[in-house]
């Protein structure tokens, strides 16, 4: 079958080369893609969000399956939009309905869909301008850290931890009364700090089944040690060792089971990724966040250890007998160390020729923010490329990694060299 991937970061790179794999794909379009899916099918110059366009090319290309990599397009309604048209009715979509996409849109709803089906999470209420005075009321009242939280989509950067509440109430009165988030800021999420350790699981549902894919632990601050601002991601690893039998069977039963019991409870359609941003919390699992598609740069280590070929599965959602499939995992642990622009996740330079990526050695390069002008490489965005390896020890899978980091040039580049190490 002839598949289109939407997206153009390195979540996408890592599902273009993990679907590019199967026999079952006859022609992969990536739209828009960048320098490195284009090593994996043909990049498409058309936007995720563009519905019309991506209906016009799936037509008359004989598409049979739309992937969607980012949020925006699903939050948007692109499942909604193709069930609607008789025309595109038959073409499989992988990813959730509008109302299911509102898991990530509104963190808002995903706190009240919690509440609702009994899942752990930490305390909260929500406010917006008209009520900004309660709000500063209800922030002295917790103690601190203070989680302040953007509702809507702010390219994972919409959210802060206050240690003080001075701190909290001028970050709250910038997101609502300055627009530091836009319209995602519309409305403020007011969240209980939780201490523990974070962790994204991930499932892959047809709306009344699942299968569990690899967890993995993601590091999100730029500074090393987990300091200074927060990025869309630093790196990734997993599988994460503190994931044993017990901590997995609680989040099946307190949090993935009630979760997809809850959406079909509520006449939610949902068929595609649920990514659970979890806390370990002395060894009960709250949810932080969802998501409704993979993440990124979790996406370039989690595919690293499916062996299994992807598109049976993909198949297996959109017929509903995803309880028939399997999944083979391996058992090694995958590294990934992401590439960033000089000055990322604030003001950067793009447009800088990358050399180097023909030396590595053990990693897999997946472009994230790329562009190919004039027979080269370069740099299109603040996250550039992330390395992904894969060895039989976390030890020797960070090394070789950060080993493969250093013959990458671009100027100002930049990367964490302690991704992993405190799970050592």
Same mark, same amino acid.
């Not at 509440?165 to 970050?171: D, R, T």
């Given at each position: ?151 809507? /989509?702010?390219?994972? #950067?919409?959210? @802060? %931890?206050?240690? +003080? ?5 001028? $970050? ?75 901590? /997995?069977?609680?989040? #099946?039963?307190? @949090? %993935?089971?009630? +979760? ?5 409870? $509520? ?158």
């Amino acid at each position: 079958m002839k598949i289109l991937l939407l997206g153009s970061g390195g979540r996408e790179s890592a599902f273009a080369w993990k679907i590019s794999q199967s026999p079952l794909c006859k022609g992969l379009f990536i739209a828009p893609g960048n320098a490195g899916t284009r090593s994996y099918g043909k990049n498409v110059n058309i936007s995720p969000t563009d519905f019309e366009k991506i209906k016009e090319f799936v037509i008359d290309n004989d598409i049979k399956m739309v992937v969607v990599g980012p949020e925006e397009p699903l939050v948007k309604g692109i499942y909604d939009f193709f069930q609607k048209d008789l025309n595109l009715q038959h073409i499989a979509v992988i990813g959730p309905s509008k109302d299911g996409a509102m898991l990530e849109g509104s963190k808002d709803f995903a706190k009240e869909f919690m509440k609702r089906n009994q899942i752990p999470t930490a305390k909260s209420q929500t406010f917006t301008k008209e009520t900004i005075e309660t709000g500063i009321q209800y922030i002295n009242k917790q103690k601190v850290p203070i989680v302040i939280k953007a509702d809507g /989509l702010a390219s994972g #950067k919409g959210v @802060i %931890i206050a240690s +003080t509440h001075i701190e909290a109430i001028e $970050e709250f009165k910038s997101i609502l009364l300055d627009n530091k988030f836009g319209e995602a800021g519309a409305a403020v999420v007011i969240e209980e700090f939780l201490q523990g350790i974070e962790l994204s699981m991930f499932v892959l549902t047809d709306g009344n089944n699942y299968l569990l894919l690899p967890e993995a632990k993601d590091y999100k601050r730029i500074g090393e040690g987990d300091t200074g601002l927060n990025t869309g991601g630093m790196g990734s690893v997993s599988p994460v060792p503190f994931v044993d039998d017990t901590f /997995l069977q609680k989040v #099946k039963t307190k @949090i %993935i089971v009630p +979760t997809i019991l809850g959406l079909k409870k $509520e006449n939610i359609t949902y068929k595609g990724f649920i990514f659970i941003g979890l806390m370990n919390v002395a060894g009960e699992p709250y949810v932080i966040e969802y998501n409704v598609r993979m993440g990124d740069p979790e996406t370039e280590s989690v595919l690293m250890r499916i062996k299994s070929d992807i598109i049976p599965l993909f198949i297996s959602v959109t017929q509903g007998t995803i309880n028939s499939q399997d999944i083979e995992i391996l058992p090694q642990t995958a590294v990934t160390i992401m590439l960033v622009s000089g000055g990322y996740p604030q003001e950067h330079l793009t447009g800088l020729e990358i050399t180097g990526i023909e030396n590595l050695k053990y990693a897999i390069p997946f472009h994230a923010s790329t562009s190919f002008q004039d027979d080269k490489i370069k740099t299109a965005g603040g996250r550039v490329i992330a390395l992904t390896c894969i060895s039989d020890s976390l030890f020797e899978a960070s090394q070789n990694a950060t080993t493969d980091a250093g013959r990458i040039h671009f100027p100002g580049k930049y990367f964490r060299k302690d991704i992993g190490i405190d799970l050592m």
